[in-house]
T-cell receptor
Framework: SQTIHQWPATLVQPVGSPLSLECTVE??????LYWYRQAAGRGLQLLFY??????ISSEVPQNLSASRPQDRQFILSSKKLLLSDSGFYLC???????????FGEGSRLTVL | GEDVEQSLFLSVREGDSSVINCTYT??????LYWYKQEPGAGLQLLTY?????DMKQDQRLTVLLNKKDKHLSLRIADTQTGDSAIYFC??????????FGTGTSLTVIP
C-alpha cells in the first residue's frame, strides 16, 4: 500500500535561519507531489506542486523554494525564515483510481 | 487560485444530522472532495464526487452536488462526538491542481 511521510513533525527555528522539510512517498511511482501551508486562519494555501523529477510549479511567490531530487521525494526549503513562515506544512500526493489527493501527517513550524 | 467558500462554524447535538455547505467557482472542476482534520493532524480524505454526479452516499455520509449553482454539501447522519473536527471542501481540476475552502469547524454537543 502507499504511504506518505513528512519530517520533522515539529520544528522551532529563529528568524533568519534555514529550513528543510522533507516528504517521501512509498509504494507508488511518478506521483504528483504538493506542498500546502495551513496558517492560523485554517485555510490551506497551495505553495508548490510537482509532476516529475526536477519539475516544480510555484503558486505563491515567497522566500520558500521546493525541490524534487528523486521521484518520491519532495523537499521544502528556505534560506532565511521569516516570522510569517510559521504554520502547519502539509505534503500531499495524488494516487488512487481517480487521482485523489492524500496528505502526510504535517510539519508544524514555529519561527521565533 | 480558485475560490472555495465554507461557513466557519457549525454546532449540532449528538444524534442529529450535520450539513456542511460549500460553494466553488471553477467550472472546470473534475472532482469535489471532503476532508476531515482532527487537531494537530493531517487531512483525511472522507469522500469525493465526480463533477457529473448529483449525489453519492457512503455509510453515514451523503454528498450532494448542484453543478449549476456550484454548491456542494456534506451530510453526516447520526452525528457523534468523534465527528467533531474541521471539514474541508476541495475541488480538483484536469491540471492536477486542488483548491481548498477555509474549513468548517464542527462541534458536536453531547
Amino acid at each position: 500500500s502507499q504511504t506518505i511521510h513528512q519530517w520533522p513533525a515539529t520544528l522551532v527555528q529563529p528568524v533568519g535561519s534555514p529550513l528543510s522539510l522533507e516528504c517521501t512517498v512509498e509504494g507508488t511511482s511518478n506521483p504528483n507531489l504538493y506542498w500546502y501551508r495551513q496558517a492560523a486562519g485554517r485555510g490551506l494555501q497551495l505553495l508548490f506542486y510537482s509532476v516529475g523529477i526536477g519539475q516544480i510549479s510555484s503558486e505563491v511567490p515567497q522566500n520558500l523554494s521546493a525541490s524534487r531530487p528523486q521521484d518520491r521525494q519532495f523537499i521544502l526549503s528556505s534560506k532565511k525564515l521569516l516570522l510569517s513562515d510559521s504554520g502547519f506544512y502539509l505534503c500531499a500526493w495524488t494516487g488512487g483510481v481517480d487521482g485523489e489527493l492524500f496528505f502526510g501527517e504535517g510539519s508544524r513550524l514555529t519561527v521565533l | 487560485g480558485e475560490d472555495v467558500e465554507q461557513s466557519l462554524f457549525l454546532s449540532v447535538r449528538e444524534g442529529d444530522s450535520s450539513v456542511i455547505n460549500c460553494t466553488y467557482t471553477d467550472s472546470s472542476s473534475t472532482y469535489l472532495y471532503w476532508y476531515k482534520q482532527e487537531p494537530g493532524a493531517g487531512l483525511q480524505l472522507l469522500t469525493y464526487i465526480f463533477s457529473n454526479m448529483d449525489m453519492k452516499q457512503d455509510q453515514r455520509l451523503t454528498v450532494l452536488l448542484n453543478k449549476k449553482d456550484k454548491h456542494l454539501s456534506l451530510r453526516i447522519a447520526d452525528t457523534q462526538t468523534g465527528d467533531s473536527a474541521i471539514y474541508f471542501c476541495a475541488e480538483g481540476n484536469t491540471g492536477n491542481q486542488f483548491y481548498f475552502g477555509t474549513g468548517t469547524s464542527l462541534t458536536v454537543i453531547p
